[in-house]
């Protein structure tokens, strides 16, 4: 695997996504969703809407799931915005890691109104 | 004027807070490779925008346009709110769901919109505590910084009217299974802007919650609250300032959900609202446009300043005013509402310039709090015996002779200034401490 993905993979871990490497989990009653993008500085899915994927499925569930193309992660949110030129969906959710919040003493908590677990599967 | 004092408690919630966040970003901005040469660009770009505002906006307004927004351009605080209350009921609006905004705040919005009739709810957990408390936020990105697991704990069991635990994960998932059905049922969704990119027309919001995504996906209607001063004129400048804004506010590389919202929901797309309004709101911020401090139009609102600031950590942010506090609030506050209205806020601050240290976008705030003060002589708002006094006192200790008559009168009169004079005041309560005898100059 290229070191863009493998980038990718360390970085999204990090942001507290859970990175598969072979085959999408099961996992019941979670949302799926197809990324457009991965970025590999930050770890983050970059989610498109569009008639096939509303803005609120990667927020409405407990559990979500991004599947992503290798060939779809770009190194950086320069490299991202270059992709996209100048052409963007109605809402474009770069996604990083789960829904937390600081808001109580400082603590983190996860799962605060969007999913608290979050998943990407490279392709 | 009076001054909340922070209570133990609150002090020491204050202290760790702001610790852990000017932590986290002095971790964060050394991961960057050269993050001063950032800071440098991300000054230029907004400076850049702020030079050429003008035409900025106009770029803004057209592209949002094409993209199938409205744009509403508001002077002030009062025509804001109308605005706002104005698409609420031509929408036949009930509810209003809101993400966290301090422009909001700025403006007064939320009282508008009830006394017309619109509930409105906070949906930023930290926000959604302090509306419930009945409260204003104290810090800028972390607005309950006060609160303790035990005070959420109360105000959400008065919500579900049965007991929550003050465990923070029930309170969490309190909060979300209360919050859930505001989002379901709002009729609009009110957000706030970190950016608008002109190229594209779109907005750019943050939040680590959700709640900017939800609110912009589930309500029929979008308004977004956008500071024209906010402004960025490429996509490519707003991956320039998103690379220092979380780095700078958490310490984080990047928010969890950064989002780029350019117009309403398109054919076939099944959510996202049918109409969106952008109000740009000045308010005060053309009279910084010229001069020296438009420096301060720069600001992206990250709180670096009021983490590192001695002065906010051990006042809190109550102790400022209602909306901004910390060193960019002293600088930004009193510009915008007038140096006759705040004369006290640019003497919050010692003056160290860790604030400048701090600032991602490179404002040099503790030279403009500096300035500010000397605008306060120059413009005659400090009274006249002040200014006497410190006239008299700069004629007498700038000529060496009257220097040292007055410390040789000072020795002299120490007994006596306890009793009478000026001395009198700041002698209750306090030793007046004795001038040496021989003094120093004479020792060597």
């Known amino acids: ?123 | 004027m009076s001054f909340p004092v922070l209570d133990e408690h609150r002090l020491a919630a204050t202290d760790a807070a702001t610790l852990r966040l000017l932590n986290g970003r002095i971790e964060a901005w050394a991961q960057l490779d050269d993050v001063e040469d950032l800071r440098e660009r991300a000054h230029a770009i907004r400076m850049a925008a702020i030079d050429d505002l003008d035409a900025h906006l106009d770029r803004f307004v057209s592209a949002l346009e094409a993209a199938g927004g409205r744009a509403h351009v508001c002077a002030t605080a009062e025509e804001a709110r109308a605005t706002v209350v104005r698409i609420c009921l031509e929408s036949g609006a009930k509810l209003a769901a809101k993400s966290k905004s301090m422009l909001s705040e700025e403006i007064g919005l939320n009282a508008a919109l009830e006394a017309a009739g619109v509930g409105v709810v906070e949906t930023d957990l930290g926000e959604y505590i302090l509306q419930l408390a009945g409260e204003h936020p104290v810090h800028i990105i972390a607005p309950a910084i006060e609160k303790t697991a035990d005070d959420v704990a109360a105000l959400l069991s008065a919500v579900d009217g049965a007991p929550v635990e003050p465990r923070l994960e029930a309170l969490a998932q309190a909060a979300r299974r209360q919050l859930r059905r505001v989002f379901e049922e709002a009729d609009v969704g009110i957000t706030g802007a970190n950016f608008a990119v002109c190229e594209t027309g779109s907005i750019c919001l943050v939040t680590n919650e959700g709640n900017g995504g939800l609110v912009t996906a589930l309500p029929r209607v979008h308004v977004a609250l956008l500071g024209i001063e906010r402004v960025v004129p490429t996509l490519d400048d707003l991956s320039v300032l998103l690379q220092l804004l979380a780095r700078s506010g958490t310490g984080q590389t990047l928010t969890t959900y950064t989002r780029l919202l350019t117009g309403p929901r398109r054919d076939g797309e099944e959510d996202g609202p049918d109409e969106v309004h952008v109000v740009l709101v000045d308010n005060g911020r053309t009279n910084l446009r010229r001069g020296r401090y438009r420096e301060m139009l720069a600001c992206i609102r990250c709180g670096a300043c009021l983490n590192v600031c001695p002065v906010y950590r051990k006042a809190g942010g109550g102790a400022y005013g209602p909306v901004y506090s910390g060193p960019m609030g002293a600088v930004l506050v009193p510009l915008l509402r007038g140096l006759e209205r705040e004369p006290h806020l640019p003497h919050a601050s010692s003056l160290c310039g860790a604030c400048t240290t701090a600032c991602p976008v490179k404002i040099p705030l503790h030279e403009l709090l500096l300035d500010l003060r000397r605008d306060l002589v120059g413009e005659e708002i400090v009274s006249r015996r002040e200014r006497l006094a410190f006239t008299l006192w700069s004629l007498l200790w700038s000529r060496p002779a009257l220097y040292r008559l007055s410390t040789a009168l000072g020795r002299l009169g120490r007994p006596l200034g306890a009793i009478a004079g000026p001395g009198r005041t700041w002698a209750v309560g306090r030793a007046l401490p004795p001038l040496a005898r021989r003094r120093y100059r004479d020792r060597a």
């Open chain 1, 1 to 123: 695997m290229n070191e863009l993905v493998e980038t990718f993979a360390r970085n999204a871990a990090a942001a507290g996504f859970v990175v598969h490497r072979v085959a999408a989990p099961e996992l019941p009653g979670a949302g799926v969703s197809r990324a457009a993008y991965g970025i590999a500085a930050t770890g983050s899915v970059v989610v498109a809407s569009s008639p096939d994927e509303p803005r609120s499925r990667h927020l409405l569930p407990e559990v979500h799931v991004s599947l992503l193309r290798q060939d779809a992660v770009v190194p950086d949110l320069a490299a991202l915005f270059a992709a996209l030129a100048g052409k963007l969906p109605s809402a474009l959710a770069i996604v990083t890691g789960p829904s937390r919040s600081a808001d109580i003493e400082q603590r983190l908590v996860v799962g605060v109104h969007g999913p608290r677990e979050v998943h990407v599967v490279i392709e």
